[in-house]
């Protein structure tokens, strides 16, 4: 019974209840019949009345057999009515009572968080969110502690608790925004700093480019990166940037040419670079040059086997060249390494296509378009 009375004020919290839904409050004439007016009420969202049968219920006996349960579901419908200060309050009684009651183990701590005192919370936290068992409290453990380390400046804290928080709830959007905050606020801090103790080094001009190509000022970029190579001209990277950004925004039709010399630079820098390799592979294929593409694919795929689009590109230049059967061996690898790429199944669809295996080019169609939807198109 204790248990299922925490369980359903549990449920009705995760639910996110957060006003009146039609309840309908009777006349109880017992303490035990107070609790249950009061955990009704919780369920049906009008949290006031069930602080208030709760509340009653233990002010009437408080020596109720089942006290502790009472305290934890008060606490429960404090906290969902933002009444932080008297949820820390009865689920410290709780505790009292019984130790051992996991939801007020879970919610104090997350209480004392959100009433403002880290301090108090964060040891709490810590080991709840490392031990309880229930993945939705869990979750809150996470984004209360991870908001206190902040709070805190342990940045080391709070960077593993984000962590973890990723892996377990990899597409929450509270879990993203927080880590989105953490990390942007973490990245303009060093990188002021970098900025401000070396204003004129190569890292700086590197960052400064980064700004300057997000804001789409290519050209500044590139003036920004070679500013860094004329500083620091075996700096690694930076002649694959000003050959991507040439390839992407350049208007003369003939710049791919020094892109590609600016990826020879940039493999001379460093020589296992397979997304040099890769880029040059496409610079080529793009421009009809077929066979340097597919030499360099294959470089890329020595560097990195596992680099889809040095299979996808490898595989569209040997179709090109009317080698059907070696571009499907080059690119079906990656449809094990890579099964939610789209232009993976648009490839091999194509392939398996030309090669007259039509049960195979449906299954890849099909693939492709569950990925990208009907109307998508590959790249």
Not at 30 to 55: K, M, N
Not at 178 to 187: F, H, M, V
Not at 226 to 240: I, Y
Request: charge should be negative; proline fraction near 6%; hydrophobic fraction near 40%.
């Amino acid at each position: 019974m204790r248990l299922r009375l925490l369980k359903l004020a549990g449920l009705a919290l995760y639910l996110g209840l957060a006003a009146p839904t039609g309840f309908h409050a009777q006349s109880p004439s017992t303490p035990q019949e107070e609790v249950q007016q009061g955990l009704s009420a919780f369920q049906h969202g009008d949290f006031a009345a069930a602080e208030r049968y709760l509340s009653e219920a233990l002010k009437a006996n408080p020596n109720l057999s089942n006290a502790a349960e009472v305290q934890a579901n008060l606490g429960l419908a404090y906290y969902a009515d933002h009444q932080y200060p008297q949820a820390v309050d009865a689920f410290q009684s709780a505790l009292k009572r019984d130790p051992t009651l996991e939801i007020a183990k879970g919610f104090l701590p997350v209480s004392q968080a959100a009433a403002g005192d880290c301090t108090q919370a964060m040891p709490g936290l810590e080991r709840e969110f490392a031990a309880n068992s229930d993945v939705k409290l869990r979750r809150v453990l996470g984004l209360s502690l991870e908001r206190c380390a902040i709070e805190g400046g342990d940045e080391t804290k709070a960077d593993e608790a984000t962590q973890k928080l990723l892996a377990a709830f990899p597409d929450d959007p509270d879990v993203l925004f927080t880590a989105g905050q953490l990390y942007g606020r973490l990245s303009s801090e060093v990188n002021l700093k970098l900025m401000k103790v070396a204003p004129n080094s190569p890292r700086t001009y590197q960052l400064m480019a980064s700004v300057s190509a997000a804001e789409g000022n290519w050209k500044g970029a590139i003036d920004a990166y070679r500013k860094a190579l004329r500083l620091e001209p075996n700096l690694q990277g930076a002649h694959l940037q000003i050959a991507v950004l040439t390839l992407m925004h350049s208007p003369d039709p003939n710049a791919w040419h020094q892109a590609v010399a600016e990826l020879n630079e940039e493999l001379k820098i460093d020589p296992a670079s397979a997304e040099a390799e890769y880029e040059i592979g496409e610079a080529y294929r793009k421009h009809d040059q077929l066979e340097p593409a597919v030499a360099a694919f294959r470089k890329a795929l020595d560097r990195d086997p596992n680099a889809v689009p040095a299979r996808l590109g490898l595989a569209k230049a040997l179709r090109q060249l009317g080698r059907k059967p070696e571009a499907l061996a080059a690119l079906q690898p990656a449809r094990e390494s890579a099964p939610d790429d789209p232009d993976v199944h648009f490839v091999l669809a194509q392939l398996y296509r030309d090669l007259g295996q039509a049960a195979e080019a449906q299954k890849e169609m099909a693939a492709f378009q569950r990925l990208r939807g009907p109307q998508g198109k590959s790249q």
